[in-house]
């Protein structure tokens, strides 16, 4: 009965990754096809790759995504590791209602935040006289990318030892010091996860950047969507393919860290008991 019930559990499971992944892996096949067919393979070419770097469009919305993506990591690290230890450091009944409203955004239907963060720049910028473009896109993906850092370091935040700071503080450190040489070491790995994970989530964006990029500024997403609009070329295929591959990859290197981290953890917690 057992082997039965195991037998069909991992029946089920395979037919959802094959539901969930058939189609990616069709696109990177087809992103190799010699021919414009999206259905009938003709043979292994590069040359839909060769293309995509010499397409101008493609190159310019991919140095927008880069750049977007970066300095709304970097900000989004700095504010989220600062709430954080804010979080941290407050009453339980000011703490647990506050990290519930951070985590809104998370939670929240990108649709709504989209809209919600355009109509805003909208009232605001017929204040201050000034359009939708790379800076309420940048503001955009800093604000919903704060919440991923939150939840990153809150964790480490709660293994650290609080006897460590002050232990520092008696041995001379000013609460500065003790910050940079205690509090940040011991929560690096948390600060490293929640950039790595902003900057997947910034790469990755479609529906936020859509409502507050305004018309002169492109992300690599809204570029492909573009694209799929007018023809579908086999240089959607590739993009999408470098997109996915990247994205894997980051999510890749976050649950490997994170795995050698609880393992570390754990090490410590044993070595103590």
């Not at 990177?28 to 096809?33: E, K, L, R, T």
């Amino acid at each position: 009965m057992r082997k039965k019930r195991r037998f069909s559990s991992r029946l089920f499971m395979g037919l959802i990754f094959v539901f969930l992944y058939a189609p990616i892996a069709l696109l990177i096949i087809f992103s190799f096809n010699s021919s414009k067919s999206r259905t009938v393979w003709s043979g292994f070419t590069l040359e839909w790759y060769r293309q995509l770097f010499h397409d101008s469009t493609i190159m310019s919305s991919l140095t927008t995504t880069l750049s977007v993506s970066v300095l709304a990591a970097v900000i989004a690290t700095v504010a989220g590791t600062f709430a954080a230890i804010g979080f941290y450091n407050m009453r339980r009944r000011w703490q647990n209602p506050l990290l519930a409203v951070s985590n809104i955004p998370v939670i929240n239907a990108d649709i709504v935040t989209g809209v919600s963060l355009c109509l805003l720049f909208v009232s605001l910028g017929s204040l201050l006289k000034f359009d939708l473009g790379f800076g309420t896109l940048l503001i955009a993906h800093v604000t919903f990318n704060i919440p991923y850092v939150i939840l990153s370091v809150m964790p480490k935040l709660r293994q650290l030892d609080r006897n460590l700071v002050d232990a520092a503080q008696d041995l001379g450190c000013t609460w500065m010091q003790a910050f940079y040489k205690v509090i940040i070491p011991e929560i690096l790995p948390g600060i490293i996860n929640g950039m790595m994970i902003a900057f997947t989530m910034s790469i990755d964006d479609f529906v936020i950047s859509y409502f507050t990029a305004g018309s002169k500024v492109q992300t690599l997403s809204m570029t492909i969507y573009a694209m799929t609009r007018k023809r579908i070329s086999p240089k959607i295929n590739a993009v999408s393919t470098l997109l996915f591959v990247f994205v894997l990859t980051m999510l890749l290197i976050i649950n490997i860290r994170e795995a050698r981290q609880e393992k570390q953890l754990r090490l410590k917690n044993r070595t103590i008991k």
